[in-house]
């Protein structure tokens, strides 16, 4: 597999105390826009999630293949899940999805055994689809989930949400957290917060959201091995902890299938 090109300076995630919104450390390129990743290498579909359902049985909702075996165990990310999270960030900016918030959902301490992470993100994915495609809205998204001792199982969500329908999202998160795990909500077990200083940054100041999403992405890849966390400027190394099943995915609207079909579409 061909390395990336690029070199990255030091990048860090920066955590507001009040507010945990994300804000900008040093950085002299962006992976949206420089980072240039040979995909031809890649497994198709390597990185698509399974949700208990036809992939194609709702329009547009981004679900993936049946790849995710229960029985799969893994330690770390490797190289061809760091590029095709990296090619569906960019992706999705390219089509006017730019990811805009970043939920993290610590499943262990909602009271989920390890084993049954990956069913519970899928399960909340595919409710936060729906809840979008209902109201006529498109998502993109990524996810990497992370264990080990002290955080336990959780997953980093990085989604595209049409501003309109944030709070709408946010107000049923709680509820789509007890309908997944059975229990009342616990305190603490969802994080949700924009990319950027504001909501909105997207928007009112795209260079800024690079940036900020950048940082945000690079804070997702933190479970790389060292020799990848050098090459992508990833300075808040920490091990990626045991995962039992999937380790990372993207919608289907931005995985691979998707990218090379538009790298075969003509020139408008």
Same mark, same amino acid.
């Given at each position: 597999?061909? #390395?990336? #090109?690029?070199?990255?300076?030091? !990048? ?9 919104? @994300? *804000?900008?450390? &040093?950085?002299?390129?962006?992976? @949206? &826009? +420089?980072?240039?990743? =040979?995909? =031809?290498?890649?497994? %198709? %579909? ?9 992939? +194609?049985?709702?329009?547009? *909702? ?5 790849? $995710? ?10 190289? *061809?899940?760091?590029? $095709? ?53 498109? /998502? ?21 949400? %049409? ?13 789509? !957290?007890?309908? /997944? ?20 940054? &997207?928007?009112? +100041? ?5 940036? $900020?999403? &950048? ?26 902890? #045991?995962?039992?099943? #999937?380790?990372?995915?993207? *919608?289907? +609207? /931005?995985?691979?299938? %998707?990218?090379?079909? =538009? ?6």
């Amino acid at each position: 597999m061909t #390395k990336p #090109k690029d070199q990255h300076a030091s !990048l860090k995630l920066h955590r507001d105390s009040g507010s945990g919104e @994300v *804000s900008i450390g &040093e950085a002299t390129a962006s992976i @949206v &826009e +420089n980072l240039r990743i =040979a995909e =031809a290498g890649t497994k %198709a %579909a390597v990185d698509t999630i399974t949700l208990g359902v036809a992939a +194609n049985s709702v329009p547009c *909702s981004g679900r993936g293949g049946a790849r $995710n075996r229960s029985n799969r165990e893994s330690h770390a990310l490797k190289r *061809s899940q760091v590029e $095709n999270l990296l090619a569906a960030t960019r992706f999705a900016y390219e089509i006017g999805l730019p990811f805009n918030r970043m939920i993290t959902v610590h499943w262990e301490a909602a009271g989920l055994p390890l084993s049954d992470m990956p069913r519970a993100t899928g399960h909340f994915i595919d409710l936060l689809s729906k809840n979008m495609l209902r109201r006529g809205a498109q /998502i993109a998204w990524i996810f990497v989930h992370e264990g080990g001792e002290g955080k336990g199982g959780h997953a980093h969500i990085i989604v595209h949400i %049409a501003d309109d329908l944030i709070d709408v999202v946010t107000k049923a998160q709680k509820r789509w !957290l007890r309908a /997944i795990t059975g229990i009342p909500y616990r305190r603490g077990v969802i994080c949700t917060r924009p990319i950027g200083p504001r909501r909105g940054v &997207e928007v009112a +100041n795209p260079p800024l959201h690079r940036e $900020n999403l &950048e940082t945000t992405v690079l804070y997702i890849l933190k479970g790389v091995t060292p020799e990848l966390a050098g090459e992508l400027g990833v300075t808040k190394l920490e091990p990626g902890g #045991k995962v039992i099943g #999937k380790r990372c995915g993207t *919608s289907q +609207n /931005i995985g691979p299938k %998707a990218r090379a079909k =538009a790298r075969r579409a003509p020139a408008a």
